[in-house]
């Protein structure tokens, strides 16, 4: 291996590692979110205030973890890595797909 191709894959590694710490981050700061929307809205929207705020950071979370996973695979592009990040960005699409339109949905009825 090349001091070059080296350096650059210690570089994405350690990229890779901070945005897995982002992405617990915005997920734990979602939950403080939450937990402070939950207590300073009252009535019936409460839960609905407090799914919405954790929502939008679940969100950001998700976008986070698939650019990781997107750095892993791009050092290490193994049939069973790319397999791996299809069925992975996949889900993730998924659930952030029905996160957002939740969202909106919400936004709509609170309209």
């Known amino acids: 291996m090349h001091g070059l191709e080296a350096a ?6 350690a990229i890779q590692i901070v945005f897995e710490a982002a992405s617990v981050l915005v997920v734990a700061a979602g939950g403080l979110a939450f937990l402070a929307a939950f207590v ?14 954790l ?3 679940l969100v950001i979370g998700l976008e986070l973890q698939l650019a ?6 791009a050092t290490n ?9 299809a069925a992975i960005a996949v889900i993730r ?5 029905f996160l957002v339109q ?3 949905e919400e ?5």
Do not use: V
């Open 68 to 73: 990781a996973d997107i750095i892993a695979t």
């Open 102 to 104: 939740e969202m909106r």
């Open 77 to 85: 592009p193994s049939p069973e890595e790319l397999a791996k990040l």
């Open 107 to 111: 936004e709509d009825r609170r309209g």
């Open 93 to 97: 699409t998924f659930l952030n797909y």
């Open 55 to 57: 929502g939008q950071y």
């Open 40 to 53: 300073r809205t009252d009535g019936k929207s409460r839960g609905a205030h407090a799914r919405r705020a």
């Open 8 to 13: 650059f894959l210690a570089a994405a590694d």
